[in-house]
């Protein structure tokens, strides 16, 4: 099999064809059973973290082509369709000329009709399962609710899709009339429409016992009388009929109102899943994940390698990783001889890498960042990221002509090393243009951002070589949280997050019990800087104000410590995260 | 008056030194009844002695200035205020100028919907600048459909995603990031005007950049200062999508390219119109004037 197509695409699930996409899907078990229940479920993470490719998943083309695959039967029990927010649609304007109550009836009328267009789009699939009278019975039913005879020339499904489609045009037109307040008599509801339309599927003996997931993508887009009515499904009493799998952005997380002012709450109308993963070692369920995505990637072009195989780590970067350990062991050994073995080897891991990029010469390249390990660290626990510096290592070596037939054998680690390094200037890059790339972040916002990234960055590396128990952490917790300065810093922040340059993440607090927000900087950042791109557990505590001033371009404070501090190689001052 | 009609100049305010060269030479040829100046209160600082001086050139002719304050952030009062005063106008009768040199394009497009379907007889103006500071604008806001011109879009249809794009190459990406189009067409523009060769020549490798991501990408070549400011090109590379996928069309390059674009709207009224405001302008945005394009606004029949 060739391998010349590129197997790391990280754009866009829905760009992917079915084939594709069930090709690559990767089950997570937690995810796919949780999905598939009756539970309103939402999916929270960033761009990049696999919401949209696990909702896919779950909708009933992708079940079938899946299904048809293993030679098993289609199981209708569960019916998914996904109905995605993010579509030219939803940045229409014109409900906001109207009065409140018209605006949530036309912005309710598009939902309802986009679900049911694509429900029944996802139906089409399995259009053979009626039986003739059944159909007819359908088409009779469905003709009153949309108050017009369907379409003859077509099966049900596809002629349910037309008229969906239809009212939906009309109104557009209604709305883009030059006058002012533009209105779409005839509109439509999900109560007036999807819900009976689901209740007449159910008639029919194939369906009988089917759930219809309503899989909403991107919902952070829809506007907020759309909000609220996705919220007032959510708190439907019943769910034997539909339930929501509602996948959203972390930033700009829909409010949880209802449009009866009521909230939805979390553990009784809705669970939520984060897809976000804080943990990224080997046995981590992340980097057991991440080894799972692109074994699946390579497979597809033939190559059977293991990860760890075809990104192998440079040899110099594991002579050196290896006497760093060792140099580690012996003086752990020497200073703490009761220390047990398990106490050792968590002291050699937390302390490799900074010993390691300690003892280098000041004037030494950047060291050669290879391997599958370092990749999945510096994916920071987000899938695409994993996939992206994949996507361009294959595509350097592509550009080699002596790949002959086009089979690759391994992505060498000299290019594995130049990738990583130039993805991490590229994400410096970033910093340099918020302001152009962000919405809502001024000239003054964008330098704010970078300096404070800047000084981060120079903050960990002051603890990287000064520090003795936790090196390498590269996250941080926020202390002296005053809201007159998380006013100011939380804003810089948020840009930060939606640059996907910061990741916000929930942890156990030094105090018992609690838990804290803190802050993940992508790791793609450090090679560029010779850092440890794979961090630590551990987490800083810095002040929120000496981050704030760190965005003014102050140094943020650190205190070296000297041997008089009498420092236990095995304390922490910070919260440890167990490594999983 | 033209014929027999009052003329009404449409114009928007701006510190741009173009804004009041240009409005001196067209009063000055066109003898207007009227100006009607759309004026933006966050830019009253720098804008204040611009505006004194057009308040004295229209006294000195004798013809009314009639300002109208649009609020930048606020699309729907914007577009409110540009129909209240196109339905007053169109009631008593004119022909009207619209100077879109400083004009914000989202206006320009509400300006030029409202008065074709009032049937008022219109007429375009652009100045060209004598040069350009080194940056425009920055701080680009969340983009937004132009109200009434969003178009008509289908659920299951691709998106379509055609740019005339300007110098800076990230505008663009901030369009491709927020509508996650399937296709990408560029329209980039010919000519060497204003340094336009050099600071456009990232264009075809970035095209070459966003294929490798995933997107099917054209570039093709407009040129806004033809006589059909890019309107035939447009529409050529668009028509292959027009029947079933869901086109979004936006200008980002020489401001003589929104008329082409809404002419294209207009013709293929499936098509949606996507403007991006920006939080902060250069206040040496251009300078001097150089020529000044007119032309006549075809109110044509829509497909």
Redesign the interface.
Known sequence: MSTRKNPFVYEQARLMSDEVVAQYYIDDHSHGRLLRSRRNIFLIGERGSGKTMELLYNTLPIQKLVMEGDNSNLDLGYIGALVPANTPLIHRQEHDLLDRFRASVVSEHFFALAIVFHLSEALGFVADSLTVEEEAALRTELAFYFDSPLPHQTDIFDAVCQMAQHESIEAQKALNVPAVEGMYTHALSFSSLAVPFMRAVKKAAAFRESHFMLMIDDAHMLNPYQVRSLNSWIAYRDRSLFSLKVATAKVGLPARKTGTGGDILEGHDFLTIDMERPFHNEGSDFGKFAARVVRRRLESVGVSKSPEEFFSVHPRLASGLRAAAESIRSRAMKEMPNAGNKRIGDYVYRQTWAEFIRKRSPQANRPLYSGFSTLTFISTGVIRNLLEPCFWMWEAIMKDASVGDGRIKGIPPSIQAKVILDRSEVAWARLRTLDMTIDGCSHRDAKRVRRLFEELSVYFQRRLFHHRSEPSATSFSLSGRDSGVMNQLSPLLSIAQRAQLLYIREGPAKTMGRRELYYVPNRILWPSRGMDPHGQHARASIMAKDVLAASEGRAIPFHVQTSSHQHNLFSTEEVTDARE | MHGSRPLVVFTALSWEERFILGLKRLVSEHRPDSVILFQYGREKERTGPNWHEAAKVCQEVGCTMRPIELPYAQ??DS??AI?AVVEEISRIGVTVLLDISTMPREATWTAL??LQ??GVWTRYAYHMPRSYGAWLS????????A??????????AK?VLCVLTGF?R??T??LI????P?VVLLGVQTGSQFGNRERNSGSFGESERLR????KVNCFPVDAYSDDHGFGAIAREIQTYAENE?I?MASLGPKLSSVALYRVQRRY?RT?L?YTPS??YNSDYSRGIGKTITGEMPWMESK
């Open positions: 699309p729907i577009w409110r129909h919907f409202l379907r009032a920055r701080d680009p806001k969340t983009p937004r459909l109200l009434k011109l969003s178009g008509q879009m289908r659920f299951g998106t800076d990230e505008r990406h901030q990031r927020t509508f996650d399937s490798k991501e995933g997107y869901n979004l009224l949606g996507v939080g902060e």
